[in-house]
């Protein structure tokens, strides 16, 4: 997903405009690869501090002590790190904007501290993980724009940065909620291994209030754009309406009658769709 959102956003929706932008095919790739690198240390360390949530949860999905020894997990950690990181500089470097290392840094750094502590507090581990899919989604836009910005091109390349922020946004919207409607899918586990989700917090029941209050945000806001600013393009209205705001409607009221494992399961895929859908959206610059 993040190496497909990273590639629509340079070639489907950057290049569509005919603008030379900063970054090569062989930059992009090695973003990309920089990015899944560290996304799948993360998945790493996650998985390596979840076992024994998962023996509740996901028993049938266990891959740490069962595919793979726990050691061998860490050292496959710190290599995805090392690589994804020096990647990152490399990149940074190639740019001309050394600086830029430090966002590698800083997400391998708060993968680990959301794995090993910031998971099992109330909501934080939620907004942090939620900022870090929409980071990913950004970083596209920092490494094409910010290293050729002059006096000039200012204005249009502020507006296409707030058009890939928009994205950002509604990826961190999207995956926020999806991880409320995770925390409580998973309420049995995570409560056995002493955490502090919102549904363990405030009760299944209110968090499952609060999963459809939620739901309604990117529901209204993604309506609202498409009466405002997508009304006189037939065939982004007709997208829209069918892939993004009609699953979003199903999923405020599937929140609403929610009570299973399974149902807050269902609706966690349902929003991965919507994701998925959402930023395939940024194709419709390109054929429109």
Do not use: W
Not at 76 to 94: E, M, T
Not at 175 to 190: F, S
Not at 219 to 236: D, P
């Amino acid at each position: 997903m993040i190496a497909l959102v990273q590639l629509l956003v340079k070639y489907a929706f950057l290049e569509s405009f005919g603008v030379s932008f900063g970054l090569t095919t062989l930059q992009i790739l090695i973003l990309i690869l920089a990015t899944a690198c560290i996304a799948a240390a993360g998945n790493v360390i996650n998985d390596i501090y979840d076992v024994e949530t998962d023996f509740v949860n996901k028993p049938g999905k266990i891959i740490i002590g069962k595919s793979i020894s726990e050691k061998t997990a860490y050292n496959l950690f710190i290599v995805l790190n090392l690589v994804g990181v020096g990647l990152g500089y490399y990149l940074s470097y190639s740019v001309g904007r050394s600086g830029f290392f430090s966002i590698f840094v800083v997400i391998s750094a708060l993968l680990y501290v959301y794995a090993s502590y910031l998971k099992q507090t109330f909501l934080i581990g939620n907004i942090i993980i939620s900022m870090l899919v929409a980071l990913s989604i950004v970083v596209v836009g920092i490494f094409e724009l910010l290293p050729v910005i002059t006096t000039e091109n200012r204005q249009t390349l502020y507006t296409f940065f707030k058009i890939i922020l928009d994205y950002s946004i509604f990826a961190f919207i999207i995956n926020l909620i999806r991880e409320i409607a995770k925390d409580i899918e998973d309420i049995n586990g995570d409560y056995k291994a002493g955490m502090r989700t919102l549904p363990i917090v405030i009760g299944r029941e209110r968090a499952g209030n609060i999963l459809f209050v939620l739901s309604l945000i990117p529901l209204f806001v993604v309506s609202y754009y498409v009466i405002n600013s997508l009304y006189k393009n037939q065939t982004a209205v007709i997208y829209f309406l069918v892939f993004i705001i009609a699953p979003l409607l199903y999923i405020s009221i599937k929140s609403f009658s929610a009570k299973t494992k399974k149902d807050y399961h269902h609706i966690s895929s349902i929003l991965k769709l919507v994701m998925f859908f959402g930023m395939l959206s940024l194709l419709l610059y390109k054929y429109n």
